[in-house]
Nanobody
Framework: QVQLVESGGGLVQAGDSLRLSCAVS????????IAWFRQAPGQERDFVAT????????HYADSVKGRFTISKDNAEKTVYLQMNSLKPEDTAVYYC??????????????WGQGTQVTVAS
């Protein structure tokens, strides 16, 4: 059974940085793509970033491009989301998900429980 566990969320000030981690177990890590999505209260779950199974290709939402970086450590079976220059509008619950390399939420079969990121102005 595939399990994903996020960590690293918290309360920060605008302009600060955070690094989220997504630890994956129960899957062949090198055979799956991993993505980050986020969901603010009353909003839909939105795509943030994704990285291919090899780690060689990544894709970002326009709203985070240039500020966020996704990376994959195959040895640690962990995916990271480095978030710099955080803005209040980045406030949301962040989820990692495993599935097919895509920006579409429906292509991801396995989800973590989420980690809260709050950016104060």
């Amino acid at each position: 059974q595939v399990q994903l566990v996020e960590s690293g969320g918290g309360l920060v000030q605008a302009g600060d940085s955070l690094r989220l981690s997504c630890a994956v177990s129960g899957a062949i890590f090198s055979n799956i793509a991993i993505a980050w999505f986020r969901q603010a209260p009353g909003q839909e779950r939105d795509f943030v970033a994704t990285i291919s199974k090899s780690g060689g290709t990544s894709h970002y939402a326009d709203s985070v491009k240039g500020r966020f970086t996704i990376s994959k450590d195959n040895a640690e079976k962990t995916v990271y989301l480095q978030m710099n220059s955080l803005k209040p509008e980045d406030t949301a619950v962040y989820y990692c998900a495993a599935g097919r390399f895509s920006t579409d939420v429906v292509t991801y079969d396995h989800w973590g429980q989420g980690t809260q990121v709050t950016v104060a102005s």
